[in-house]
């Protein structure tokens, strides 16, 4: 009997409406956390749940716990183009009901507070039942407008719990009310004092004008909010519309047609003609072509590409006809790649960003009871019943938290959408909190440092060595490799022999070289080292070179050939240093960054390499497990490290650093050890990353800073009666309006 394999767990993403401040999306994370095979991370600035479900629980599970608190939950569709339009729609809906709802707010507020300053300079303008005309103004804006208030507060109170819009509908519910008492009971305000005495005098008997300023104000803030949660997500919308919509698929009988580019598959062939954008990752069969990546890594100069090379979904031919083979297509493309970093970056939270969460679910209670508490202090004191409610209603105001909810996220959405523009993607907010400490950087030698394109420079034979069968042999064992270094040689060993013969019981020896088995001989490449008993590699250092071999150049990697024990050829790599290593060195060590270049070829190589860039120190002669162990004594030296790096053996260290950053062209093991993934191929991207994630990091302290040092600050002023509600409002509406203006400016 065949047994069916489980179904892992899925992650599924849910769109979520109804949440007005971090508070709300603390209690639906922590709700869904309680369900048994649900874990779920809720981010109130995406305004999404990140949602992992077991196999035995149900999507719409998660929908009807998310309803039962009085909020809604939209999964998103599985196509990312359709998700991101259901995304946009929800947005651009949100931003026109805000707007509606604010210019009618603001429309009808401005004559509620001018009508006592006519009264009060033309005296002769005054007419009996004026305060009713005032009323009527405020109606609108107080249940329309307001109504989103007023309905989340409700839901909140329904479930016995409460958020920021608990504090804005009591306060403007209060204020309508007490104005409503005073003049059915005929205790109106003098309008001869004017409607600056709103303003100046924090005490009086109709707050109508409160009520209606702090719907204004908050409307207006989250107005502004909105619009920048829009602009921040454009970073997502961009990246997606370089995705080509449809494709000219080549036949096997040489004729074109027409199809949309989510038909690709792999091994598919397609054309693309100048201005057009390449639909898929793909290798170029046939063709030259400049192409432009400017959209997608920053890059402003188009790279030539021709037969051989790889191109990415995305980027644009601007100049001859390729014919492309795909290799990758869908989800597995690079581009899609790159959304899903931004996303996973915009989702993900720092820990301070939780800690604020678990803040904002235990403030409103406490504002509430500050609230309570100032009334009774004021009445025992001997305060009016204009001062008692004043204070009362200015704590509740300008305490709600939600500048402290936005500190974090919006600071985050908006340098992901930067740093996407830059080909700079920061896959969690652990690159944030490591980017201020670093104080070290250490960079790989090859494809990092250097282009990888590595070529072999010379071929030293033993004496009665064949060239042709030495590099046949040599190349049939390194065609399964990956290394830098190996392409190199099979590269030369192609230009000698038409067809490799093939290797059996391939082998890596990381750090070493490589071995294999070819037509019965035993072949091995590798460094100069040593030799134990068996004729095995020794990787305790740098063993002798044969007598035969000439002294190398000094910046040549050396690979040994070695077939059945016998060392036959030295052969001599070379690799260019990249243009923009140099200039990058440079502004990292301005920056009082000390640089470091670790690679594991030879001193002499490395230090080469190290002196034509700059660095500060060079570490050679290092396996891969070596290079972990390098970081790890500049760390116990005092170090904070950050590496860089693109290979296989780059993994371990890039994870072991306090900061890993890959570049994009490089392995998988790479890309997911790191931080941050550079798809620029550009060093100046290394500099160009730690500070946007210390200027990011810098913007959320200054953001926290503020918004805890403004509740610190204003509450006192409002309990001791020194603000009338109306500035009240006004001054925690600019609080988040302060916040998300200080984050957007990280876009430019």
């Given at each position: 009997?065949?047994v069916?394999?489980?179904?892992?767990?899925?992650?599924?993403?849910?769109?979520?409406?109804?949440?007005?401040?971090?508070?709300?999306?603390?209690r639906?994370?922590r709700?869904?956390?309680?369900?048994?095979?649900?874990?779920?991370?809720?981010?109130?600035?995406?305004e999404r749940?990140?949602?992992?479900?077991r196999?035995?629980?149900?999507?719409?599970?998660v929908v009807?716990?998310?309803?039962?608190?009085?909020?809604?939950?939209?999964?998103?569709?599985?196509d990312?183009?359709?998700?991101?339009?259901?995304?946009?729609a929800?947005?651009?809906?949100?931003?026109?009901?805000?707007?509606?709802?604010?210019?009618?707010?603001?429309?009808?507020?401005?004559?509620?507070?001018?009508?006592?300053?006519?009264?009060?300079?033309?005296?002769?303008?005054?007419?009996?039942?004026?305060?009713?005309?005032?009323?009527?103004?405020a109606?609108?804006?107080?249940?329309?407008?307001?109504?989103?208030?007023?309905?989340?507060?409700?839901?909140?109170?329904?479930h016995?719990?409460?958020?920021?819009?608990?504090?804005?509908?009591?306060?403007?519910?209060?204020?309508?009310?007490?104005?409503?008492?005073?003049?059915?009971t005929?205790?109106?305000?003098?309008?001869?004092?004017?409607?600056?005495?709103?303003?100046?005098?924090?005490?009086?008997?109709?707050?109508?004008?409160?009520?209606?300023?702090?719907?204004?104000?908050?409307?207006?803030?989250?107005?502004?909010?909105?619009?920048?949660?829009?602009?921040?997500?454009?970073?997502?919308?961009?990246?997606?519309a370089?995705?080509?919509?449809d494709?000219?698929?080549?036949?096997?009988?040489?004729?074109?047609?027409?199809?949309?580019?989510?038909?690709?598959?792999?091994?598919?062939?397609?054309?693309?003609?100048?201005g057009?954008?390449?639909?898929?990752?793909?290798?170029?069969?046939?063709?030259a072509?400049?192409?432009?990546?400017?959209?997608?890594?920053g890059?402003?100069?188009?790279?030539?590409?021709a037969?051989?090379?790889?191109?990415?979904?995305?980027?644009?031919?601007t100049?001859?006809?390729?014919?492309?083979?795909?290799?990758?297509?869908?989800?597995?493309?690079?581009?899609?790649?790159?959304?899903?970093?931004?996303?996973?970056?915009?989702?993900?939270?720092?820990?301070?960003?939780?800690?604020?969460?678990?803040i904002?679910?235990?403030?409103?209670?406490?504002?509430?009871?500050?609230?309570?508490?100032?009334?009774?202090?004021?009445?025992?004191?001997?305060?009016?019943?204009?001062?008692?409610?004043?204070?009362?209603?200015?704590?509740l105001?300008?305490?709600c938290p939600?500048?402290?909810?936005?500190?974090?996220?919006?600071?985050?959405?908006?340098?992901?959408?930067r740093?996407?523009?830059?080909?700079?993607?920061?896959?969690?907010?652990?690159?944030?909190?490591?980017?201020?400490?670093?104080?070290?950087?250490?960079?790989?030698?090859?494809?990092?440092?250097?282009?990888?394109?590595?070529?072999?420079?010379?071929?030293?034979?033993a004496?009665?060595?064949?060239?042709?069968?030495?590099?046949?042999?040599?190349?049939?064992?390194?065609?399964?490799?990956e290394?830098?270094?190996?392409?190199?040689?099979?590269?030369?060993?192609?230009?000698?022999?038409?067809?490799?013969?093939?290797?059996?019981?391939?082998?890596?020896?990381p750090?070493?070289?490589?071995?294999?088995?070819?037509?019965?001989?035993?072949?091995?490449?590798?460094?100069p080292?040593?030799?134990r008993?068996?004729?095995?590699?020794?990787?305790?250092?740098?063993?002798?070179?044969?007598?035969?071999?000439?002294?190398?150049?000094?910046?040549?990697?050396l690979?040994?050939?070695?077939?059945?024990?016998?060392?036959?050829?030295?052969?001599?790599?070379?690799?260019?240093?990249?243009?923009?290593?140099?200039?990058?060195?440079?502004?990292?060590?301005?920056?009082?960054?000390?640089?470091?270049?670790?690679s594991?070829?030879?001193?002499?190589?490395?230090?080469?390499?190290?002196?034509?860039?700059g660095?500060?120190e060079?570490?050679?002669?290092?396996?891969?497990?070596?290079?972990?162990?390098?970081?790890?004594?500049?760390?116990?030296?005092?170090?904070?490290?950050?590496m860089?790096?693109?290979?296989?053996?780059?993994?371990?260290?890039?994870?072991?650093?306090?900061?890993?950053?890959?570049?994009?062209?490089?392995?998988?093991?790479?890309?997911?050890?790191?931080?941050?993934?550079?798809?620029?191929?550009?060093?100046?991207?290394?500099?160009?990353?730690?500070?946007?994630?210390?200027?990011?990091?810098?913007?959320?302290?200054?953001?926290?800073?503020?918004?805890?040092?403004?509740?610190?600050?204003?509450?006192?002023?409002?309990a001791?009666?020194?603000?009338?509600?109306?500035?009240?409002?006004?001054?925690?509406a600019?609080?988040?309006?302060?916040?998300?203006?200080?984050?957007?400016?990280?876009?430019?």
């Open positions: 009997m065949t069916a394999a489980p179904r892992p767990d899925q992650a599924e993403d849910f769109l979520l409406t109804g949440m007005t401040c971090a508070a709300c999306a603390s639906i994370e709700r869904l956390n309680k369900v048994d095979g649900v874990t779920a991370a809720v981010n109130y600035a995406t749940a990140t949602v992992t479900l196999p035995d629980v149900d999507r719409r599970d009807d716990v998310v309803a039962r608190l009085g909020y809604g939950a939209t999964p998103l569709s599985a990312p183009d359709a998700e991101r339009d259901e995304v946009a929800v947005r651009d809906d949100r931003v026109a009901d805000l707007w509606r709802r604010l210019v009618v707010a603001a429309v009808l507020f401005i004559p509620m507070v001018d009508l006592p300053l006519v009264l009060a300079v033309l005296p002769e303008a005054r007419f009996p039942g004026w305060e009713w005309v005032v009323t009527a103004l109606a609108p804006v107080v249940v329309w407008s307001a109504w989103p208030l007023h309905r989340a507060a409700f839901v909140n109170a329904r016995g719990a409460s958020s920021m819009d608990t504090l804005i509908s009591l306060g403007i519910v209060a204020a309508t009310v007490w104005s409503l008492g005073s003049i059915l005929g205790h109106l305000p003098d309008p001869s004092q004017g409607a600056l005495s709103v303003f100046l005098d924090p005490v009086g008997p109709l707050y109508l004008e409160v009520a209606a300023a702090v719907t204004t104000f908050v409307l207006a803030g989250r107005y502004v909010e909105a619009r920048a949660k829009r602009a921040a997500g454009d970073a997502l919308a961009a990246l997606a370089l995705a080509a919509r494709v000219a698929v080549l036949l096997p009988d040489g004729t074109e047609t027409r199809l949309p580019a989510s038909a690709l598959a792999v091994g598919t062939r397609f054309v693309v003609r100048p057009e954008r390449i639909a898929t990752d793909g290798t170029v069969d046939s063709g072509s400049a192409v432009d990546r400017s959209m997608l890594t890059e402003t100069v188009p790279v030539e590409v037969a051989g090379d790889a191109v990415t979904g995305g980027t644009v031919a100049s001859g006809r390729l014919v492309v083979t795909a290799t990758a297509v869908g989800g597995a493309t690079q581009l899609a790649g790159m959304i899903r970093l931004v996303e996973s970056a915009q989702a993900s939270k720092a820990s301070v960003q939780r800690l604020v969460d678990r904002s679910s235990v403030f409103v209670p406490i504002v509430i009871a500050l609230s309570v508490g100032t009334a009774l202090v004021w009445w025992a004191v001997g305060g009016s019943a204009g001062e008692i409610f004043s204070a009362a209603l200015a704590v105001v300008i305490a939600c500048a402290l909810g936005l500190a974090t996220p919006t600071a985050m959405l908006v340098a992901s959408g740093g996407a523009r830059e080909g700079i993607f920061l896959k969690s907010h652990q690159a944030l909190e490591t980017s201020r400490v670093v104080d070290t950087v250490v960079l790989d030698k090859t494809g990092t440092v250097t282009t990888g394109a590595m070529s072999v420079r010379a071929v030293h034979l004496p009665d060595a064949s060239r042709r069968r030495v590099l046949a042999l040599a190349g049939a064992v390194e065609d399964a490799s290394h830098a270094v190996a392409r190199a040689v099979v590269a030369c060993a192609r230009d000698e022999v038409d067809v490799l013969p093939v290797a059996e019981g391939f082998e890596a020896l750090g070493l070289g490589a071995r294999g088995v070819v037509d019965g001989t035993e072949v091995r490449l590798g460094k080292v040593g030799r008993s068996g004729a095995e590699l020794d990787p305790s250092g740098s063993g002798p070179l044969p007598d035969w071999a000439p002294a190398p150049e000094p910046d040549s990697t690979v040994v050939v070695t077939l059945d024990g016998d060392d036959v050829a030295v052969l001599e790599v070379a690799d260019e240093v990249k243009p923009s290593a140099a200039p990058a060195v440079a502004r990292l060590r301005a920056a009082g960054l000390r640089t470091v270049l670790l594991g070829d030879r001193a002499e190589a490395a230090s080469a390499v190290g002196a034509a860039v660095v500060d060079v570490i050679a002669d290092v396996l891969p497990e070596g290079k972990v162990d390098a970081l790890r004594a500049l760390q116990d030296g005092g170090r904070r490290v950050a860089v790096g693109d290979g296989v053996n780059d993994g371990p260290a890039l994870a072991a650093a306090d900061l890993g950053l890959a570049v994009g062209a490089g392995t998988d093991v790479a890309l997911e050890a790191a931080d941050v993934i550079l798809v620029r191929d550009d060093l100046n991207a290394v500099p160009d990353a730690l500070e946007l994630a210390r200027r990011t990091a810098t913007t959320i302290r200054r953001n926290l800073v503020w918004a805890f040092g403004y509740n610190v600050a204003a509450i006192p002023l409002a001791f009666g020194l603000l009338s509600p109306l500035i009240a409002g006004l001054a925690m600019l609080s988040s309006v302060l916040v998300v203006s200080s984050s957007v400016r990280l876009r430019h």
